[in-house]
Structure formats: C-alpha cells, structure tokens
C-alpha cells in the first residue's frame, strides 16, 4: 500500500522527499500535494498541486509586520486552503504544524479543512523545538562540528565569539527556537534569546535597536523570514538608518552577514546542519568547512552604498 501524503510545511517536504529517493524505485510514500512554500527539491516537485497561498503581500518588512499584526489582532489566518484541491486529492496523512502561525499555514486553518474530509485523513503536527528532533539522520555531521570545536578550544582556550541572529529587519527580530542553539552548537554565544546544546531558545521577538546597540555583539548575521539574499539587501536599509548603526563592533570589523533565511535558517528541515557548518566556518575562520554553495554575502555600507 501507497499512503498518500500532503505536505503543507517546507521543511516537512524536504523530509519526506529524502525518504522518498532513499526508498528506490518502489517507495511506500506518494507526496500528492505541497504549500506555496514548498520550493526545494527534485524537479518532480515542480508539477505538484499547490494548496496553500498567503494573504499577505510583500512590500517592505514595516508593511508585512504591519499586515501580519493587524489580521492576527483579527483573528484571520494568514493563509488560505484551497479545500476543494485538498479533497481531491485524497490524501492519507496531511503534514502541518502549530508551532507558528506567520511563517506557515496555521495548525487551526488545516484542522478545519481536513474536518470537512471523509474519511478524514491523519492530520501530523510537526513542530519541533530544538535541533535533535529533526536532525536524527544527520548527527554524524554535527558530532564532526562539535569534535573540531572541542579540539580547538583545547588547543587555543578561544573565548566564544558573540552573535546576533536578525530574522527580520524592520522591526529587528531576535532569532528564536533552533537558531540561538545553532549558534551555540557552533561555538558562539547568542547574545540575546540564548540557546543551549539540548534545548533552543524562545520564540522570536521584536526588540529595539537599543538593545542590540547594547549587546553589540562580534557578529551580525541577517537572515530574514522568509526572504532571499536580494530581498534581504533591499531590507536593509531600515538597520543602516539607525542611529549608531556605525558604531556597532560587527560593522566595525565588517562582520555584518546576510543569509538566504528562507533556504537556510527559516526551516526546521535537513539543511539546519549546512547552517551549523556555515555558522561554525564563519565565527572560526575555517574556510573549509563552509558547505559548498551555501546562501550567504558579507555586508559592507561602503559597497552598498
């Protein structure tokens, strides 16, 4: 038997799709059905029904924050189902998740749409905290960053260097849940939203520029919900116009970074280990152990300008 699957989550999908290709020429698993999110993969994604959209229209950070914060003060998702493709399709098990209602279809809107269903098909919240619940397959690549980290501070007794994940520009977002823990993992110190090694951090939050001016960590690494590097280069004009933005030691030293958030940061899926190697290749200077084609520009004002 085939079970039939509808995956409504990006990362969900890049896991599924690796169980699919592991599984040869015969597999059990059928992806039948994707989000509008869902965009990495084989090019047999590519035809897959779409069932998602967002209600939300891009235009700077301030106006998405704005629309995002006025239709959840309203109640309204942010996200529609289409639910008559849903039922056509005829799926056996819908992948979704609770864990965030701006950055994904919410848990409730596909609750509703898979109750109007007979028979209804298995309804998977997948909403991870931390790291280790969806990197299982992938800890040999971890231990190795964390093998190297251990060796070198053996050798040299190197102080953690500090970091600021932004995952939104206007207003400036803290990096939440598994991000601050990458960055531990890699050997750095999130300075604000802390993580640990078994545990991540709290949600993302908005905070004022004051406050990263008085963390003023080594690094600044920008990687925005959602955006890829050239949207993200637009977006940041609202962090150069602070006030003391000059000031800030990261740009000082030129270690200010933006990453393709979406790809690479955003998605609780596989490739949160080629964050872990960017992350530990960046703030340690080995340049070997950048994951090959990995999302990422150094930011220079002068460049920029």
């Known amino acids: 038997m085939t079970v039939r699957v509808v995956s409504l989550l990006p990362s969900a999908t890049e896991i599924v799709t690796k169980v699919i290709l592991a599984q040869g020429p015969a597999p059990t698993v059928q992806l039948v059905g994707k989000s509008h999110e869902c965009d990495y993969g084989p090019t047999s994604l590519a035809g897959l029904p779409i069932l998602t959209a967002a209600r939300t229209n891009f235009t700077t950070s301030a106006d998405v924050d704005e629309q995002v914060r006025t239709s959840l003060a309203a109640g309204e998702s942010l996200y529609s189902v289409d639910r008559d493709l849903l039922r056509s399709l005829k799926p056996d098990v819908v992948l979704t998740q609770s864990l965030c209602k701006v950055c ?13 269903m007979q028979p209804p098909p298995i309804l998977v919240d997948l909403s991870p905290q931390n790291l280790w619940e969806v990197l299982d397959d992938l ?5 190795a ?4 980290l251990a060796e070198r501070r053996e050798q040299q007794g190197t102080q953690s260097p ?18 601050p823990q990458l960055v531990h993992m890699a050997g750095g110190s999130h300075v604000l939203n802390p993580g640990n090694d078994e545990g991540g951090a ?6 004022p520029f004051a406050d990263v001016a ?9 990687a925005p919900c959602g955006l890829d590097i050239p949207t993200t280069k637009r977006e940041m004009a609202p962090l150069v116009a602070q006030p003391g933005w000059t000031s800030l030691k990261a740009v000082k030293k030129g270690q200010v970074v933006i990453v393709d958030g979406n790809q690479m940061f955003n998605r609780s899926g596989p490739r949160l280990v080629d964050a872990l190697e ?3 290749s960046l703030l340690w200077n080995e340049p070997q152990a950048m994951p090959a084609g990995f999302p990422y520009e150094m930011w220079s004002d002068a460049r920029q300008a």
């Not at 520009?169 to 849940?177: C, L, S």
């Not at 709290?202 to 905070?207: D, M």
């Open 104 to 116: 994904s279809v919410d848990f409730r809107t596909v609750q509703a749409a898979v109750a109007e």
């Open 139 to 143: 800890t040999r690549r971890i231990a």
């Open 145 to 148: 960053v964390r093998s190297k």
């Open 162 to 179: 500090s970091v600021l994940m932004a995952e939104w520009t206007d207003p400036i977002f803290v990096g939440g849940h598994w991000t």
């Open 202 to 207: 709290g949600k993302s939050y908005a905070c």
């Open 214 to 222: 008085q963390a003023d960590p080594d690094w600044l690494i920008v």
């Open 278 to 280: 960017f992350l530990y």
